[in-house]
């Protein structure tokens, strides 16, 4: 395991899940949405963020992986939960922005349990 990922600030991963709630949350400027699909966006895609972004500074933390998992599942049903499916833009960036986070969440987590298991070593 190299050392650069179990640093803060350094983990691709919880880049990518930034990148990902980020866009998620500012979709509705420039997507059709309803209220409902706007509102269901703005909070999952912000919660992924601010989700990637303690991971970043606590690499340690294997729970903001899980946490992740959850919200990328939410993020990816919420067209059918909420009811958006024929918002073809929001429902599409909801699926893709849903499965990205789970896919970077899996991958993050075995680097995440290194981590915690070499802070746990100090």
Do not use: C, K
């Not at 866009?23 to 706007?38: E, Q």
């Not at 990328?72 to 893709?96: C, D, K, Q, R």
């Amino acid at each position: 395991m190299s050392e650069v990922s179990t640093r803060a600030w350094t983990r691709p991963h919880d880049w990518a899940e930034v990148v990902i709630g980020v866009v998620a949350a500012l979709s509705p400027l420039w997507l059709s949405t309803s209220n409902a699909a706007m509102w269901t966006m703005v909070v999952l895609g912000a919660l992924v963020a601010i989700d990637g972004l303690v991971s970043l500074g606590a690499p340690g933390a294997v729970y903001g992986e899980g946490i992740q998992i959850v919200l990328g599942v939410l993020l990816f049903i919420a067209p059918w939960v909420i009811g958006y499916t024929e918002m073809n833009g929001a429902s599409w960036t909801s699926w893709v922005a849903g499965a990205l986070t789970i896919i970077a969440s899996v991958a993050a987590m075995p680097v995440a349990q290194a981590a915690h298991r070499t802070a746990g070593q100090h």
